[in-house]
């Protein structure tokens, strides 16, 4: 069973940083590009930061490009989303998703979540 685990959201203040973790479990981790996307109140999910299967390629929404990076570490089957620089803006649920490439196309797998609120 696929199983992607967020975790690290919480409240920071405007110009904070926080580093957001997805533990993927049950899939060839390798085979997957792996991005975070979010949600914030009253608008559709978009796509924030992706990065490919071998780790050799991100992609970035422009309104985080310059402060978010994305990471992957293919031993610890993890996904990392490091957030600085944050504003108001960027309050959000922040999802961890997972496509597959290759053999595994059309396979897309979804965290549940973690809420990210940016406010003094």
């Known amino acids: 069973q696929v199983q992607l685990v967020e975790s690290g959201g919480g409240l920071v203040q405007p110009g904070g940083s926080l580093r957001l973790s997805c533990a993927a479990s049950?899939?060839?981790?390798?085979?997957?590009?792996m991005s975070w996307y979010r949600q914030a109140p009253g608008k559709e999910r978009e796509l924030v930061a992706s990065?490919?299967?071998?780790?050799?390629?991100?992609n970035y929404a422009d309104s985080v490009k310059g402060r978010f990076t994305i990471s992957r570490d293919r031993a610890k089957r993890m996904v990392y989303l490091q957030m600085n620089s944050l504003k108001p803006e960027d309050t959000a649920v922040y999802y961890c998703?997972?496509?597959?490439?290759?053999?595994?196309?059309?396979?897309?797998?979804w965290g549940k979540g973690t809420l990210v609120t940016i406010s003094s």
């Open positions: 049950g899939l060839t981790f390798s085979s997957y590009a």
């Open positions: 998703n997972a496509k597959g490439v290759a053999g595994w196309s059309g396979l897309d797998y």
């Open positions: 990065i490919s299967s071998t780790g050799l390629s991100t």
